[in-house]
């Protein structure tokens, strides 16, 4: 098990990472959690892991709640039905919420623990590797709402993040390749040595050993929580974990929120992305063969420029200089740019188009 | 015009106090502060002041938001209709959020700022003397669930408080005199020479004297922002802004929340609380004058002692030890008490139940 710590004052907390950590999570926990606690977990992820989880549990009294499965369900509504379930056992201001699950697990239960009595603790138990990588670190958290994603939530600190790595067994292919395209990021922004070493073990790393597994899972986490402890609201600096994310966002609502998952759209988005900044052909040729070795897409199919530019908030109806891209200057390098070539952008656009 | 500081570090914001605020609204807004406002008020205050405020805005895009006045609409569903209005406005990160109206008005409109996209900056305009008080400076934000008062909320701390002593002049009787249970408890809980100068002015307050009632209102929030500043998250000192709270919300849970208002039954509570405590019979006295002569009720009518015990969480479902009360070692003085006699609180009750 490898533990590392997010640097952010009296809301600091560690991460512990490695394979076996669900059956020891009780031991795991900070010192300071109280006796209540609430599962809360979804349709197909409690089937594999709950009973595992709450095996672990002794003397604590434990309840859980079952979200269903899927974005459409990221709603205030069924964050209430969290709370209500925590309000109906009894539980007060002492009690942990503890999510168990993927990304919309994590950001809704995070949620729920943001606002249930003002705020109370709440610890991340990823089981995706998007979720472990990403989500579960930082502190984002909450619901969507008719109008966009992510619009209605808080920025509320986990007390503890516990990533077992087992849990990445039933993780199925194109998941866990839209993971990898989060950990890749992280080497393309922050770190060269990262991003090289992904190279030479990206054939363990496809087929999910367990060692390389863990030391990539350990090295994304450490990148993202040295972001975010620089900058917890995202006011500045945190920005560049949008790398991919501005182009993917758009390849996502262009088509529809159903061909590609998040991470596939982020990978094709960091290929844009990177034909918007000066970076060298070689560099560029070498993320994209990363991109190929971790099954992810390379051919977003037929976008249309003018949707995307609306999608991306930059047609005319928006004011110039609003939208900001997440650029590399060099592999491991990653900028924040206002004042890119607005031509530039058209023609990187048209020519993925086509 | 005076103005105070609540300091909170980095979360610092200045509280003004004075008549015809509303109508300089906009120059005493921070500096940081952008373009886009949503003024939230309720159908009740809007009629009387939301034009004046309007009308103070230049160059600020402006929306406004009404709510259904009432307790029974502090509700989620009321604050996602914020959240909806503001996304329909195209408002973003750079959005302020006022809230222009009593305590229910100010405690949503700061929680759909504390929710909206992870956090807006909110301005509190309170225009009742409870909310001038009490509930606009401190940054809890909340609202209701079926299974009790403010269960779902956030802290969230304004960027300024405006508080126009004009708004006043529409209170009616009955809402003024509830306000004025919470500016006694200041007295009584931490300053005997404000408790004394409310003695001096009784007069001049209940008539509503714009000086004495300026000066009282000052003062009272500098009470409370000291208390805050010196505990933000209420786990500890600050519990001593509850005196008269824990018998008062068993008094409304036992009346059914419809015979007195929030401060009357503060003002009762107050009187049962004084005599749990170790206070001389000429403190009680005067506390209890004080309250008669700002035309608040010293009787509560039939209260069993059972029903009390139950609501106030003391009963034998509650593990012993777990029920907090905040007492007075004299007037000026409060302490927290969770080892009282529990003979004694029965004989208390008793004494009021007949």
């Known amino acids: ?32 959690m109280g006796a209540d606690v609430l599962v809360v977990s979804n349709a197909t992820v409690a089937p594999l892991y ?16 079952l979200l269903p499965d899927g974005e459409q369900h990221k709603t205030l509504d069924e964050v209430a039905g969290i709370v209500t379930t925590a309000l109906e056992a009894g539980f007060s201001r002492d009690a942990t919420f503890i999510a168990l699950g993927g990304g919309v697990v994590g950001d809704m239960t995070g949620f729920a623990a943001a606002v249930f009595m003002r705020g109370v603790r709440c610890v991340q138990i990823p089981t995706t590797l998007l979720a472990q990588v990403d989500s579960s670190v930082g502190g984002k958290t909450g619901v969507n709402h008719r109008l966009g994603k992510n619009l209605i939530g808080a920025f509320h600190q986990p007390s503890c993040v516990l990533i077992d790595t087992d849990t990445l067994d039933s993780l199925p292919p194109r998941e866990f390749a839209a993971g990898m395209a989060e950990v890749i990021k992280h080497g393309a922004i922050a770190d060269l040595a990262y991003f090289e070493m992904l190279e030479r073990q990206q054939e363990a790393l496809v087929s999910r050993e367990s060692d390389a597994l863990g030391q990539a899972i350990a090295q994304s986490c450490r990148i993202k929580a040295a972001v975010v402890a620089e900058d917890e609201r995202e006011r500045g600096r945190r920005a560049i974990l949008n790398f991919g994310h501005t182009f993917g966002h758009a390849i996502e609502a262009c088509t529809g929120y159903t061909r590609w998952l998040h991470g596939e759209a982020v990978a094709l988005g ?16 070498r993320l994209r063969d990363l991109i190929v070795a971790m099954r992810l897409p390379t051919e977003p199919g037929s976008l249309a420029t003018a949707s995307m530019l609306k999608a991306m908030g930059h ?28 031509a530039r952008l058209k023609s990187v656009l048209d020519a993925w188009s086509t």
């Open 1 to 32: 098990m490898e533990t590392l710590n997010v640097d952010l004052g009296t809301r600091s907390y560690p991460i512990h990472v490695g394979p076996g950590l669900l059956a020891r999570a009780d031991a795991l926990l900070p010192d300071t």
């Open 50 to 65: 709950l009973d595992r989880l709450l095996n672990a549990f002794g003397a604590r009294r434990v309840v859980s709640h």
């Open 270 to 285: 960091m290929l844009m992305a990177a034909e918007m900044s000066d970076l060298e052909p070689v560099s560029q040729a």
């Open 315 to 342: 047609d005319k109806k928006v004011q110039a200089g609003s939208l900001t891209l997440i650029l590399l200057s060099g592999l491991g390098e990653a900028y924040i740019s206002r004042d890119f070539d607005d």
